[in-house]
């Protein structure tokens, strides 16, 4: 079946530190892959995706690329802010024996705290 | 905010007892799916929704049942509640029901189960 797998935390950086939390994933198909943060206490907010190989997801300055061959999909930040604390989730969305279409696979989330 | 709400937010009950948390997804969306969230089992899918139909099972307990109403507000069921129901449930929203679509989560209901 689908899984994720994301580098263990948790992750403390400075502020204005360079941002890298792997994630790697096991699909059948062509998965859409996506990045979820969670601040404390709230939901899950779509951070971005990528829905197809060499695809480039970003938005508030995160970016993650869409790596068929090595099936990753990392997520990046230049300069982290105190702001960005939270856990971060990585997801797949496919194709698992033809039931499961759009449904979500998490991993396990990374915290992050950034001090200033 | 996602546009997709939760009722209630909290809610504390006793062991056998049986619940009923609700969903309203974001104006226009057709899908719903649940999501349960524990510290031991991460978050998991549950049940997809869409247009009252129901799509797709995942690791959901005989014990809990779900449904979505023509207005498509759906309703996640969990009775003979045991210690180990105790989690955060969220729903999800998205417009269609896709890979590429992204879904839209709500705030989520705190079961504890005492």
């Known amino acids: 079946g689908n899984s994720v797998t994301q580098m263990e935390g948790p992750v403390t950086l400075s502020e204005e530190a360079f941002l890298t939390i792997n994630c790697t994933y096991t699909?059948?198909?062509?998965?859409?892959l996506f990045w979820y943060v969670q601040y404390p206490g709230e939901g899950l907010q779509l951070l971005l995706k990528?829905?197809?190989?060499?695809d480039k997801g970003s938005n508030k300055g995160f970016e993650a690329t869409y790596r068929k061959e090595t099936t990753s999909f990392h997520l990046e930040k230049g300069s982290v802010q105190v702001s960005d604390s939270a856990v971060y989730f990585c997801?797949?969305?496919?194709?698992?024996?033809?039931?499961?279409?759009?449904?979500?696979?998490f991993g396990q989330g990374t915290i992050l705290t950034v001090h200033p | 905010d996602s546009g997709v709400t939760q009722t209630p937010k909290h809610l504390i009950t006793a062991t056998g007892q049986r619940v009923t948390l609700r969903c309203s997804p974001r104006?226009?969306?057709?899908?719903v799916y649940w999501y349960q969230q524990s510290l031991d089992q991460g978050l998991q899918f549950l049940i997809h929704?869409?247009?009252?139909?129901?799509?797709a099972k995942g690791n959901i307990l005989e014990r809990f049942s779900a449904q979505q109403f023509p207005d498509l507000h759906s309703e996640l069921n969990l009775s003979s509640l045991e210690l180990g129901d105790s989690a955060l449930y969220f729903c999800?929203?998205?417009?269609?029901?896709?890979?590429?679509?992204?879904?839209?989560f709500g705030p989520g209901t705190r079961l504890t189960v005492t």
């Open positions: 999800a929203s998205s417009v269609a029901s896709g890979v590429s679509y992204e879904q839209y």
């Open positions: 699909a059948t198909g062509y998965p859409s």
């Open positions: 990528a829905t197809k190989a060499d």
């Open positions: 997801a797949l969305s496919g194709l698992a024996g033809g039931t499961s279409y759009g449904k979500l696979t």
């Open positions: 104006s226009g969306d057709l899908s």
């Open positions: 929704y869409y247009n009252g139909e129901e799509r």
